[in-house]
């Protein structure tokens, strides 16, 4: 993807000016001492005036906020579609994975997980990160505190199922791409529209095995014995079913010539907003797909905090 938004710096010589610019802003919030990085693209089309919507992109392992600000297309988006796009880095770990310790490593704290830190690493809580920044937003912007809603790929999909049971009431819908949490969760705030999206080749970074055929996601969502994308869809979508008060029966839609869905709603009729949507996406191997942050932002718009 091509970025064609210029860097610009945030406008504080002049206390009358606004706190940021129009496109590109780099902003730094200290959250427990750290200061933690995040990036801002302000669309052309904002003046002030009106609540704005507000979507957080989360970079996967070894990424940061600048280049998923460079390559999601999420800017576009923000610029096509008038919404403030923000996109955090996460932090440098030592970690062990595999067996292996991993110096100078890129992560978000989504535990369990299946990489742990190493022996004196304090794991930086990214939840009251995220909170601070939409502190500082406020301080910055107008943004409707009931339009803000996150997207996180790989690490960052699993950060942003995190997010699922400790924001979700301030975010209010995510969409968690290629990677979630499963096994043991916390009771979440608030049950709200979740939607995952896995390519139907994603063995996760580097990894291989057979592709799922695209007619295979009932299957692979009911089976809990299969290893068709590391059996991940079984054990994401039964958590999901578990904490979130699922019906476990889902609606199959879509064209297996290129993305397939199963849709879970409430076994609550007062839950409307209680939907979890599985996409499986043809070709794709682990990646935030090119074009998602169009149709992503097309699934998101259509919720608000009640």
Known sequence: MISFFSCTKENSG????????????????????????????????????????VVFML????????????????????????????????????????GQQ???????????????????????????????????LDSKFKIDHKRIYLVGFSNGGAMASKCTYEMSDIFAAIVE?????????????????VFFQRGNEDYGPGGT??????SSLSFMLTDSNTTLLQGHLYKFSHTNIYYFGLNPNFTI??????????????????????????????????AYPDGAAAKNWAWLKQYSLP
């Not at 706190?19 to 590109?24: E, F, L, N, R, V």
């Not at 390559?71 to 919404?83: P, Q, R």
């Not at 095995?209 to 695209?214: E, K, V, Y």
């Open 253 to 286: 839609a879509g064209d297996e010539n290129s993305i397939v869905t199963a849709t879970y709603t409430s076994n609550n009729p007062n839950e409307p907003l209680n939907v979890y949507t599985v996409a499986l996406i043809k070709g794709l191997k682990h």
């Open 14 to 53: 002049n206390p009358q000016s606004p706190k940021y610019a129009i496109g590109k802003n780099r902003f730094i919030v200290n959250v427990n001492g750290d200061d933690r990085e995040y990036f801002v693209h302000v669309p052309a089309g904002y003046k002030g005036s009106a609540q704005t919507p």
């Open 177 to 193: 791409s290629a990677a979630s949490l499963f096994g043991q969760q916390p009771t979440p705030l608030r049950k709200l529209p």
């Open 59 to 98: 970079h996967g392992t070894n990424g940061n906020g600048e280049d998923f600000y460079t390559d999601s297309g999420w800017k576009e988006v923000g610029e096509a579609e008038n919404i403030i796009t923000v996109f955090p880095s996460s932090w440098k770990y030592c970690i062990v994975e595999d």
């Open 209 to 214: 095995g057979p592709t799922a055929p695209m």
């Open 102 to 136: 991993k110096p100078n490593t890129e992560k978000w704290n989504a535990q369990p997980a299946g990489w742990t830190p190493c022996a004196g690493e304090t794991l930086r809580d990214d939840i009251k990160f995220f909170k601070s920044i939409i502190t500082e």
